[in-house]
């Protein structure tokens, strides 16, 4: 029973690049969140998606960042254009659904350097 | 009056003490809080959650205490291990959407 997963793990990228980051949530789950964790401190929420849905971005920058939930296929969070502070772990979580508030699992991460 | 406030940064514990990691709270509708333990390179990963109708819950070594009245819930690790050495996060969420709201994390570090 596989857990949330995140690929890659580790992205470096120059400024300017695009970065892309996949998550395929745990098996029946529907519901993705991304979150970003900067050096020393909490995550941050980023984006709740669900199947070709996105129900809430607040806490996505309104330039250079989108994200997906495909039919098929994992969730893509992408930057384009990163830049330095775009360095950060960001972090994937799923959960079965919203009844079990807070129940969110998380991947690994994918650590993203931009130099 | 989104932020859950986390104290201490940094704690360190004897083995065989106790651990105790305090957090607060502004928004009254947060109506689900988590604690997550991260371990260096992982992600974070659920240890015990509240929720506001209970005053306190204990899983194994690991207690909740909840006090509604003063919007402050805190972590206590009975009994600390060098194993339980990570870094612990509060959070808190409401609604339907779920997404959690987490405290900047304490670096715990128990000594053998």
């Known amino acids: 029973n596989a857990g949330v997963m995140q690929n890659p793990r580790h992205l470096v990228r120059r400024r300017g690049q695009e970065a892309r980051l996949r998550c395929s949530p745990m098996k029946g789950h529907s519901h993705v969140y991304w979150y970003r964790q900067l050096p020393e401190e909490g995550l941050k929420f980023m984006v709740y998606?669900?199947?070709?849905?996105?129900?809430?971005e607040s806490g996505m920058p309104k330039e250079r960042f989108s994200a997906e939930f495909p039919k098929e296929g994992p969730s893509i969070l992408r930057i384009q254009q990163v830049v330095r502070g775009d360095s950060a772990a960001y972090f994937c979580a799923s959960s079965l659904s919203t009844s079990g508030r807070g129940e969110q699992f998380f991947g690994p991460g994918t650590r993203l350097t931009v130099l | 009056q989104q932020q859950v406030k986390q104290s201490p940064q940094s704690l360190i514990v004897q083995k065989g003490g106790i651990s105790i990691i305090n957090c607060a709270y502004e928004n009254t509708a947060f109506d689900y809080f988590p604690w997550y333990q991260q371990f260096p390179g992982k992600g974070p990963a659920l240890l015990i959650a509240i929720r506001p109708d209970v005053s306190e819950k204990k899983e194994g070594r690991f207690t909740i205490s909840f006090n509604k009245s003063a919007k402050q819930f805190s972590l206590h690790i009975m009994d600390s291990q060098p194993g339980d050495s990570a870094t612990y996060f509060c959070?808190?969420?409401?609604?339907?959407?779920?997404?959690?709201?987490f405290g900047k994390g304490t670096k715990l570090s128990v000594k053998p």
């Open positions: 998606l669900q199947k070709e849905n996105i129900i809430d």
């Open positions: 959070a808190a969420t409401f609604g339907s959407q779920g997404n959690l709201i």
